[in-house]
């Protein structure tokens, strides 16, 4: 009913710069809160950024002073500019949102399908 698609993956060279979208379809009556997340061979996911209806933002430790999102509300999209990009940031990114959808609004977390960032030299 509801689904996530992500764009802007690739392979960039380190220090390089890539932008992420995730947009939602659907029939959507509300997007709370939306984020990224990202997961590394042999890691478990982690959270890269969150980001409230409202615009409040918060990012994990690694990532803070070189990567923003933010959303388009009208758009239902999110996006993850990425900058300074470092090999460790290597992984398959993905976003969520929590969503209120469907005849009877239930609401739900939807995950993207990914898509895959290569830092490298």
């Known amino acids: 009913q509801v689904q996530l698609v992500e764009s802007g993956g690739g392979l960039v060279q380190p220090g390089g710069s890539l932008r992420l979208s995730c947009a939602a379809s659907?029939?959507?009556?509300?997007?709370?809160?939306m984020g990224w997340y990202r997961q590394a061979p042999g890691k478990e996911r982690e959270l890269v950024a969150t980001?409230?209806?409202?615009?409040?933002?918060n990012y994990a430790d690694s990532v803070k002073g070189r990567f923003t999102i933010s959303r388009d509300n009208a758009k239902n999209t999110v996006y993850l500019q990425m900058n300074s990009l470092k090999p460790e940031d290597t992984a398959v990114y993905y976003c969520?949102?929590?969503?209120?959808?469907?005849?009877?609004?239930?609401?739900?977390?939807?995950w993207g399908q990914g898509t895959q960032v290569t830092v490298s030299s």
């Open positions: 659907g029939s959507i009556f509300s997007i709370n809160a």
């Open positions: 969520n949102a929590d969503i209120s959808s469907g005849r009877h609004y239930v609401s739900h977390v939807y």
């Open positions: 980001i409230t209806s409202g615009g409040s933002t």
